[in-house]
């Protein structure tokens, strides 16, 4: 007669357990890190393509802006409340855009209305030490409503370039490091964009 196959007895069964739990936390810890440089990059990546998202935004629309036909430039930079001069950074920027012809030089035809970019207080960045001020770039257009357009600024700064006749942007985009060294949080990421918009309606005789 053939011997009778037995099951696994209890013990059997119970380091069987412990060996397929114990290989289970070994593969987790090896992999940990790569899943944290994964969270990272993505972090990365998503800054990254914000950032050159309103970039090419503001392009699109800042370029078509520049001097009507008597000179006079569809374009302020504002630091609080007051313009600033050209060649110094505001954190606001107001145009009007080239729509078509105008009637005269001088007309407000054939321009958009005024739209505005500026930024507006969020809080904190939360993670990151000491906490900077955070803040969203909203974009309105006169008698429409506030869109926003993107978080996570650190900082924006507008400046006229008037020897170029351009407007030179710089955005800083900050971010809390989802990757921890054990208690302790990694340097914050950030991301710093500059980019210099050429204005296509230029003063005459230039």
């Known amino acids: 007669m053939k011997r009778r196959e037995r099951g696994l007895t209890l013990l059997e069964a119970l380091v069987s357990v412990s060996l397929v739990a114990g290989l289970g936390l070994t593969l987790g810890f090896a992999l940990l890190p790569l ?9 990365r990546l998503n800054l990254d393509r914000e950032g050159r998202r309103v970039l090419a935004q ?14 006079t430039l569809q374009l302020t930079i504002r630091e ?29 035809e054939g321009w958009s209305k005024e739209i505005t ?16 001020p955070r803040y969203r770039l909203v974009r309105t257009e006169s ?8 978080h996570a600024i650190s900082s924006l700064e507008f400046t006229l370039v008037p020897e170029a006749h351009a407007v030179a942007i710089r955005l800083e985009l900050l971010q809390a ?19 210099r918009v050429a204005l ?4 005459p005789g230039s």
């Open 35 to 43: 899943q944290q440089g994964s969270a990272e990059t993505g972090a």
């Open 58 to 71: 503001l392009r699109r629309e800042l370029s078509l802006s520049g001097c009507k036909g008597d000179g």
């Open 80 to 108: 609080g409340l007051d313009p600033v001069a050209p060649g110094s950074p505001g954190k606001e920027l107001s145009f009007r855009r080239r729509l078509g012809p105008a009637e005269s030089e001088d007309s407000s």
């Open 117 to 132: 970019y500026k930024l507006v207080p969020q809080g904190t960045f939360a993670g990151i030490a000491g906490e900077p």
């Open 143 to 150: 008698g429409g409503q506030e869109v926003d357009t993107l």
């Open 177 to 195: 490091n989802p990757t921890r060294r054990g208690a302790s949080a990694l340097p914050p990421l950030r991301r710093v964009f500059e980019t």
């Open 200 to 203: 296509l309606n230029r003063p």
